[in-house]
Nanobody
Framework: QVSLVESGGGSVQSGGSLTLTCVASGSGFVINNMAWHRQVPGKEREFVAVISHDEITRYGDSVNGRFIISRDKAKNRVSLQMNNLKPEDTAVYYC?????????????WGQGTQVTVSS
């Protein structure tokens, strides 16, 4: 069982920055991809960014050039640095990881952390 704990959400004014962090805990697993998604009430969950085990990154069109995803493999931690935030970035942000554990492949989601950007 892999559990994820997210932190770093909060409120910020337009143009500001926030950094989200997600730490995976458990035993006997190797994480491949680590990603962030976000969701606004009433809308589908949206892909934000992903980083592979080889630290190859990919971003959603709406955040490309403003957000930076990084990971610390030794600490099973992924971070999302969000710069030049806009009101439309307001959402609940979810950490998502895929890997291999004792019982085979797995995918886990965090509980989410709220990010609110005011104009």
């Amino acid at each position: 069982q892999v559990s994820l704990v997210e932190s770093g959400g909060g409120s910020v004014q337009s143009g500001g920055s926030l950094t989200l962090t997600c730490v995976a805990s458990g035993s006997g697993f190797v994480i491949n991809n680590m990603a962030w998604h976000r969701q606004v009430p009433g809308k589908e969950r949206e892909f934000v960014a992903v980083i592979s085990h080889d630290e190859i990154t990919r971003y959603g069109d709406s955040v490309n050039g403003r957000f930076i995803i990084s990971r610390d493999k030794a600490k099973n931690r992924v971070s999302l640095q969000m710069n030049n935030l806009k009101p439309e970035d307001t959402a609940v942000y979810y950490c998502n990881v895929y890997g291999v554990g004792k019982q085979g492949s797995f995918g886990s989601w965090g509980q989410g952390t709220q990010v609110t950007v005011s104009s």
